[in-house]
């Protein structure tokens, strides 16, 4: 319990980190991609080679753009808006983003399948960061399936006993799977996927906080999570998110206004 705590006061540390430096490098990045496309607009038709050198550059600011909005995705953690969700309602709201998150490197290979459990699924948790989370896991199942797969994102209610999964507590979660037919993780891997900024993806492309900032968005709703991953045998990851009626609002001191989803 004690481990579990220092983690949350570690993460949350780094969330106001991560969140300071976040904001003030996005508009030093705002001002270098707005030079630079002024710069190309001003050599329309000349000096290609120079042209692609600012295209690179380009695309590398919008790179670090992308990482510095996943940083502030994660500082916002410290906000929780927790509330009572209908979670298979959230899922299959999420087509259109799955859609176009999940499309490029596997050209359109990857199935979403769905097993969403029978009600009731209302869970109390923040529905932005939930929708966040799972879009997390399912571009990690993406990037697990270079040659395509399925992605099975299921929901169950379960009433979980004392001990039977590690640090959760008995009582009664939504648990959300995301499971994929990946290249699975190594137990070297699987026992850091949690430490933050700890990625095998190559520069650019992967900042090592999907998973630390999953975790700890189920830490900050009272549930858990559980990751099953053998080499070549796809990954399994599962949220326990506590089940809530669909009473009031939940999160001291946030307003009952309806939920905005951060993308
Ligand atoms: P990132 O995706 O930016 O690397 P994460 O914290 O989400 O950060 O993941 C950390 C690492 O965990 C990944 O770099 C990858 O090695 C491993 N990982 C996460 N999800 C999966 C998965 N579904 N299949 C295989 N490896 C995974």
Do not use: W
């Amino acid at each position: 319990m004690e481990a579990r705590l220092r983690q949350a006061d570690k993460m949350q540390a780094l969330g106001t980190m991560a969140g300071g430096v976040a904001h003030d490098f996005n508009n030093l990045l705002t001002a270098i991609l707005g030079s630079l496309q002024l710069a190309e607009r001003r050599l329309v038709g000349e000096q290609p080679a120079l042209q692609r050198l600012l295209r690179n550059a380009g695309m590398a600011a919008e790179r670090g753009s992308a990482l510095t909005r996943r940083l502030l995705a994660f500082s916002r953690q410290n906000e929780l808006a927790l509330r009572a969700v209908p979670v298979n309602g959230l899922i299959l709201g999420m087509d259109d983003l799955l859609a176009r998150s999940l499309g490029g490197p596997t050209d359109g290979l990857v199935t979403i399948r769905r097993e969403l459990g029978a009600a009731p699924d209302t869970a109390v948790v923040d529905p932005g960061q939930l929708e966040l989370a799972l879009l997390n896991l399912c571009i990690n199942a993406r990037d697990a399936m270079p040659s395509g797969g399925t992605i099975t994102l299921s929901t169950e209610a379960v009433r979980v006993a004392a001990d039977s999964v590690p640090d959760l507590p008995a009582g009664d979660y939504v648990r959300v799977t995301v499971a994929d037919s990946g290249v699975g993780m190594t137990p070297e891997v699987l026992a850091r996927v949690c430490e933050p900024f700890f990625t095998t993806k190559e520069v650019g492309k992967g900042t090592g906080l999907g998973l630390p900032m999953v975790y700890g968005l189920v830490q900050q709703c009272g549930g858990g999570m559980t990751i099953e991953s053998a080499p070549g045998a796809g990954t399994t990851v599962s949220l326990y998110l506590p089940r809530g009626g669909a009473e009031a609002p939940r999160s001291p001191g946030q307003s009952g206004e309806p939920p905005v989803a951060r993308r």
